[in-house]
């Protein structure tokens, strides 16, 4: 393949991702926190990189996928990072899901280098990383989004560029606003029906055939019933999203009162001790609660 590329963050979504990337005939670099799936990748093909400026270094794309906005900016910006070794015509891909101001402020640096920035977060989970299948969501210039589409289309299929610099992470927003709001909506319904007396499961049968279907009643909802709550998309993840999206409301004057009903659930989920659970335990959430309220 034509770019060599570096990938930062071997994490839930990292690493299948980057695995990903190898399978599709790319040159890869790898860097993490963690040395175990780097050692997992360097023995599938993969070439180790000790630290982010080494990454940048010896590739002309350098994507990230990392936890938080800090996080990104310690990895791009700060000393010892990408931005260091990056070259004039190289190209950085943040896919990490991050507040959409301080990506348009790295993305002005990176330009000041003669480098594109995209940031092109993600949606679909463990299982969409696994099978190469996420919706990316993506911000930049046009020429950056043509260089990135092969890279893209070896970790996505539903690949939509949204607009410029930090459009992708308003995408990202707006996705985490729908998914929490409806998560809670599913784990109020099945909740209701069960304490109710009625077969929760039949209900999910039947709402799916009409207007309530959803890809989270169809799988989160399933996770509900059989309270399986192992991490996809972890509680404290949704948490940290919450915040960019009140961050963008509030900046932006737009009400979302059904979401700030949601911030404070996955608040309470946090503080129970639910933090690396799947989000879908904000129905566990509200068992205690009911519980407590017998």
Known sequence: MGDRIGFIGLGIMGKPMARNLLSAGFQVTVHSRSPGPVDELVSGGATRAGAPREVAASSDVTITMLPDTADVEQVLVRPGGVLEGVSDGSLVIDM????????????????????????????????GAVDAALS?????????????????????????????????QVCK?????????????????????????????????ALLGGFAASKILEVHGQRMLDRAFDPGFRVR????????????????????????????QLQKAVEAGDSDRDHSALYAELVREARDHG
């Open 96 to 127: 990490s899901s991050i507040d959409p101001g301080s990506t348009r402020e790295m993305s002005a640096a990176f330009a000041s280098k003669g480098v594109a920035m995209l940031d092109a977060p993600v949606s679909g989970g463990e299982k």
């Open 136 to 168: 990316i969501m993506v911000g930049g210039d046009d020429a950056a989004f043509a260089r990135a589409r092969p890279v893209f289309e070896a970790l996505g299929k539903n690949i939509v560029h949204v607009g410029q610099s930090g459009a992708g």
């Open 173 to 205: 927003a707006c996705n985490q606003l729908v998914v929490a709001a409806t998560i809670e909506a599913v784990a109020e319904a099945l909740l209701l029906a069960e304490r109710s007396g009625v077969d929760a499961a039949k209900v999910r049968e």
């Open 237 to 264: 993840l949704h948490r940290k999203d919450a915040r960019i999206v009140q961050h963008a409301a509030t900046a932006t004057a737009t009400p979302i009162p059904s979401f700030t009903a949601v911030i404070a």
